[in-house]
């Protein structure tokens, strides 16, 4: 399963991206001593997932070929990467997986998801009214599970956007268009987003493309969004 997971990642990226997927609930190398204050005061939960991203991380360091390094979390929480690199961590329904490579000129956004449909209750916050406005195209049932892809691909785009913009910014700052059936999607800054310096260049009107999978078994059954920005 962990395998299946990480080739549906990697085949959403570039193939000078690393992937690492690991069990949140393995047994893995305790903290660095820089990366114990981000979670000093967690829940065992939540310890148990910053750990088990670290320890991706580390692993997506030797995939590049790399001695594994300590990823400290700013005061934001974002991950601070080591000097030339550029990764993305996120977790979901048990797994834990990060991607990384040389920056090179790119940054790497990654979100992956259970595929449990979106509360419609959070649909208001999360979504744009014109993406409300397309979910009621869709068959009812049906309409969550796209709701919650969106709400992936929103994840995946900040991800990428942060190191470049420095912006923490809404759901609304962004607008995606679902496309060929919801396999592929489209990111663009909306007027909201369009205040934000930095955020038009990378989401222009005519959208940013977003690499999307699941959910399938072959990917363990997780919704995926792949993200990678110019920088």
């Known amino acids: ?114 595929p449990a449909p979106l509360d419609t209750d959070l649909w208001p916050l999360v979504l744009t009214p014109d993406e409300i406005a397309s979910l009621d195209l869709l068959p009812a049932t049906a309409r969550g599970l796209a709701a919650k892809r969106i709400f992936g691909i929103k994840e995946a785009a900040y991800k990428a956007q942060f190191p470049l913009t420095g912006a923490v910014i809404g759901f609304q700052a962004l607008q995606v268009t679902l496309t060929d059936g919801g396999a592929a999607a489209r990111v663009a800054a909306t007027r909201i987003g369009q205040r934000v310096p930095g955020l038009a260049a990378l989401f222009p009107a005519s959208g940013t493309g977003c690499g999307l999978a699941g959910p399938d078994d072959r990917g363990g059954g997780l919704l995926i969004a792949a993200m990678t920005l110019p920088s």
Do not use: N
């Open 1 to 114: 399963m962990i395998q299946q997971i990480e080739d549906r990642i990697a085949a959403l990226y570039h193939a000078d991206v690393a992937v690492a997927v690991l069990p949140v609930a393995a047994d893995h190398p305790p903290l660095l001593p820089v990366e114990e204050p981000a979670i000093a005061r967690a829940v065992p939960g939540r310890r148990a997932e910053f750990t088990a991203g670290r320890a991706a991380a580390r692993l997506a360091m030797q995939r590049l070929g790399l001695m594994p390094q300590a990823v400290p979390a700013a005061p934001d929480r974002s991950p601070i990467w080591p000097a030339g690199l550029t990764g993305s961590i996120s977790h979901a329904a048990g797994f834990c997986a990060a991607v990384l490579a040389r920056e090179a000129g790119q940054r790497l956004g990654l979100d992956i998801e259970d």
